[in-house]
């Protein structure tokens, strides 16, 4: 379930320095750019002189009849009819014989981009970034925006400055985040209508400065010495607090690599933290146009040293579903992840830490959003998922609901194996079966379900795995089954991380897991 977090968000221009009476639309509304398109009703919003009645009007495929609204406390607001997907609109403010127009704007849904450097990480460094600069020029409808990288000891009303203006690409994509941006191309391709990008995010930093802080005081995450991007709530201040007044479809977020070293075991409370939050600030933000459980994907890190031992990323990946393996969850409802272990890239020119295969990250997470954000039936976004589970005096024999199967894979940083749906090449392979080298030292922690998988080189829906005695001659075995086991393994995900594996719950001290020698 879900925490409450309560606060009320007054926006006011008080805090904007530069409120000189000018009548302007905020810094993110422009030329070019996209707002939500109905069901929900976008939000446009600027500045003017105090008291003064703008009159708005929307002109374009379907003409809207002219809204009013009040300068008061130096910004003046308006809250659309539901406008359906398409474009192009001109959008006008007026005071008497002042007129602030923005041109071009399209409707369709918002996408917000934020995390660290994977998410910063640029269109024109990934794999066939030539290409895929090319590429974009066939995608005017789907536009993007990026803010510049600021921080703040106070929440700001307004983005201190813009790093990319809406854009209708190639203009200015190379600069702009791939992941983001194959995201958004993904889902235009589904979707065929437009798509607007936000993105809005800082290398190398920590959940820590992404959240409020009411959220960091949930958790109970005080303010540590230091400066900088990494001091608590400064970007949430500058970077997400601003953008409260847009509304939105949902996010999505690539961070966690900062925070295996720092406050990683909060990360269970800080992350789903952040994300009720944001939920409920961008709902109040936007007077409730943007859904109070908006959809909102994250990427499931891969570690950047090979053959690694640490404990670090499987500990983040099982925080990042807070402790429970899979999303969604009843913690994280209406979440969705990509799997990104069988995804490294040692000869990364950036470093390891940053793989140059964003195209399959995006895949996997337009896959998560078809299916969580919008009702898609038929599409698989997450890897085989036990259905049945036999307990036999000699056996247990488990089920999934999809064939799974095992292959060789020398490429994975934490194991040898790579796990994949048979008959589908083009799904994402999960990462359960890869086997790390820090968990071959903890033979203890093994559980049923990865021995039931580790040697399934044939696709198959069934796996059938003997208790383990001193003469199983087999490397697959279990120790035999309880209720709690079996409650276990029903939760275990293979698009999940090998963590997962060493389930943290007390009843596992109790049995023997692992290799039979």
Not at 147 to 158: F, G, I, M, P, Y
Not at 446 to 466: D, G, K
Not at 504 to 511: D, E, G, I, Q, T
């Amino acid at each position: 379930m879900a925490i409450r977090l309560c606060g009320v968000f007054i926006l006011v221009a008080a805090s904007i320095q530069d409120c000189d009476g000018v009548l302007r639309f905020a810094s993110y509304y422009q030329d070019h750019m996209v707002l939500q398109k109905s069901p929900e009703r976008a939000v446009v919003w600027g500045y003017g002189s105090e008291g003064a009645q703008v009159k708005f009007t929307l002109s374009g495929q379907y003409q809207q009849k002219i809204s009013q609204a009040t300068v008061t406390n130096g910004t003046w607001r308006v809250t659309l009819d539901p406008v359906e997907a398409g474009g192009p609109y001109n959008v006008t403010a007026a005071v008497q014989n002042i007129t602030a127009v923005l041109t071009d704007v399209l409707f369709g849904d918002i996408w917000l981009c934020g995390g660290q450097s994977n998410m910063l990480f640029e269109v024109s460094q990934i794999f066939n970034a030539s290409e895929e600069l090319k590429r974009a020029a066939h995608y005017p409808h789907v536009r993007t925006f990026m803010a510049t990288l600021a921080q703040s000891k106070t929440e700001q009303t307004d983005l201190i400055d813009v790093q990319i203006p809406w854009s209708v690409p190639p203009l200015y994509l190379s600069g702009f985040s791939a992941v983001c941006w194959l995201f958004g191309r993904d889902l235009y391709d589904k979707l065929q209508y437009p798509i607007g990008l936000v993105e809005s995010c800082w290398g190398g930093t920590p959940i820590e400065p992404w959240c409020s802080p009411r959220a960091l005081q949930h958790c109970g995450l005080l303010q540590e010495a230091g400066g900088g991007p990494k001091v608590n709530s400064v970007l949430w201040n500058a970077m997400i607090h601003p953008l409260l007044n847009m509304t939105i479809k949902g996010a999505i977020w690539y961070q966690g690599e900062a925070n295996t070293n720092y406050h990683q075991e909060k990360y269970n409370c800080s992350f789903p933290a952040m994300i009720d939050d944001w939920r409920m600030a961008f709902h109040q933000g936007s007077g409730g146009q943007t859904a109070l459980d908006f959809p909102f994907g994250f990427v499931q890190l891969s570690t950047c040293e090979k053959k690694s031992k640490s404990d670090a990323y499987p500990n983040i990946r099982w925080h990042q579903t807070a402790d429970t393996g899979f999303v969604p969850n009843p913690r994280m409802q209406k979440t969705f992840m990509a799997v990104a272990m069988d995804l490294p890239d040692e000869k990364s020119p950036y470093g390891s830490i940053h793989p140059r295969d964003k195209q399959d990250v995006a895949f996997r997470l337009s896959l998560g959003a078809r299916a969580v954000a919008y009702g898609e039936q038929d599409v698989v976004f997450r890897g085989p998922f036990p259905s049945q589970i036999l307990s036999t005096p000699k056996y247990l024999k488990i089920t999934y609901d999809q064939k799974v199967s095992v292959t060789p894979s020398e490429n994975i940083f934490e194991g040898h194996f790579t796990s994949s749906t048979a008959g589908d090449p083009t799904r994402p392979s999960g990462d359960a079966p890869n086997t790390p080298d820090w968990l071959s030292h903890k033979p203890d922690s093994w559980t049923c379900i990865w021995v039931a998988v580790v040697n399934a080189l044939t696709p198959s829906h069934s796996f059938i795995v003997p208790h383990c005695t001193d003469k199983t001659p087999s490397r697959a075995c279990c120790c035999p089954s309880t209720l709690a086991l079996r409650e276990a393994v029903t939760r275990f995900d293979l698009r999940t991380a090998p963590k997962l594996l060493a389930v943290n719950l007390p009843f596992l001290n109790k049995c023997q897991f692992g290799l039979v020698r």
